[in-house]
């Protein structure tokens, strides 16, 4: 007899001992996290991409001449398109969440300009991105903006000029500011569309008294790697 009770008279499979169903029960009930415990993972209802923190994304784009950075995030349509076409790929990784719904990655990148400036890229940034959309049970979607440096090997001519009016003070090396938005379904959260605008700038002439810079929008496809 247990806590009052005829343990005999419970019917149970051979070889089964109630002591030891009893014990396993008390520690699950132990260590299982309360539903609403803060301290419990962040999910979506389709957990396909959770765990993945590195990433890789492959983008294409076309430059956009003639207009400033600002009036290329809100008017695209009032430069010139398509002097140069470029390709490229982009590796990051996860390396803090933050008030729940902040991460910061960092990521290297490698591109070519193709058509007027034929040229290679490559780049190091931080990125800070948000991830917390009401919607995100529907629709997953992510902000995200990036501070770094950028360097090219040969300076479109958005940067340098015309032989006619070339630019006074120009650089390889330039501030690379890049904001994005990317969209994925939650069943199927590795994989993501990317839209970037791939900013190359002096910061208003704190590098090398550079003033502008140049301009991409590109359009990617993200792939999020499986955990070891």
Known sequence: MIDGTVMEAIPRAPGTNPLRLQAGRSAASAGAAPRNDPRAP??????????????????????IDDVPFSETVLQPWNGTWGSDTLVGLAGSYEIARFWRWFTLEPELGIAGRLGETNSVELW????????GFPWRERLRTTVALSTGLNWISSLPEAEAGTPAQPEQNTSSVLHYFSPEISF???Q??????????????GVFGAINGVEDGSNIISLGLRYRLPSR
């Open 42 to 63: 962040i999910t979506t209802q389709h957990d396909s991409g959770a765990g993945r923190r590195a990433a890789m994304t492959m983008f294409t784009g076309v430059s």
């Open 124 to 131: 190091g940034a931080f990125y800070v991105r948000f991830d």
């Open 184 to 186: 994925s379904l939650p």
């Open 188 to 201: 199927y959260e590795q994989y993501a569309v990317v839209l970037r605008y791939h900013h190359r700038s």
